[in-house]
């Protein structure tokens, strides 16, 4: 039997303000054996995302090794939030790489 794991403090707060940029995300850090935290939809694109608390020093925000062996082995697109404002600038990413106009501050968004 498994057993619960442990979610970084900042994935709630990463997770409310990607969902006020406007996209859609399904949490999946129950998954386990090293799946991503979160799934995330914008600008119909789909995205794996882990993540990690940007205020811990660096050495307690490296992937396990089961995150990093389904890193270097996924074919896909894999992103590392560590913070909101990260996650902000990763959604004007996606949005000017679109054509779609970039946010200013929190504020929702279409696709």
């Not at 619960?4 to 969902?19: G, P, T």
């Not at 004007?92 to 200013?104: D, F, H, I, T």
Request: glycine fraction near 12%; aromatic fraction near 8%.
């Amino acid at each position: 039997m498994g057993y619960a794991k442990r979610i970084d403090r900042n994935q709630n707060e990463i997770v409310k303000v990607l969902r006020q940029l406007g996209c859609s995300v399904y949490v999946t850090s129950g998954v386990g054996d090293g799946f991503t935290d979160i799934v995330f939809g914008l600008c119909g694109l789909n995205f794996l995302g882990e993540i990690k608390d940007g205020r811990k020093p660096p050495s307690a925000r490296k992937l396990t090794p089961k995150e990093q062996k389904f890193h270097d082995e996924w074919k896909g697109q894999v992103c590392i939030l560590e913070s909101i404002e990260q996650a902000i600038a990763f959604v004007n990413g996606v949005r000017k790489e679109s054509g779609k106009p970039m946010l200013q501050g929190i504020s929702a968004c279409t696709n």
